[in-house]
């Protein structure tokens, strides 16, 4: 049995994300690298100007688990 490519790949989500306390380019980096050492985020563009992070995941990466690796950088997360 031949199972399609597109079965295999793992299913994607895109959230975007109200961050509060982002205030130049190096806040974003923060934000972004804090992400990127969790497992399954496959995308991420924080933006400071609108208060927002872009993040592309995998299923199974929690939101909680999200969140508090932004607020361990130091940042709050808006609900």
């Known amino acids: 049995m031949v199972i399609p490519r597109e079965c295999l790949q793992a299913r994607m989500e895109r959230k ?7 205030s130049c ?3 974003e980096q923060n934000v972004e690298t804090a992400l990127r050492n969790l497992d399954d985020v496959n995308r991420i563009e924080a933006d400071h100007e609108a ?8 299923d199974g990466v929690s ?12 940042y709050d997360v808006v609900a």
């Open 16 to 22: 975007t994300i109200s961050v509060t306390g982002m």
């Open 25 to 27: 380019n190096g806040c």
């Open 51 to 58: 208060d927002t992070v872009d993040v592309v995941l995998e």
């Open 63 to 74: 939101d909680d688990d999200v969140n508090a690796a932004i607020e361990q950088a130091g």
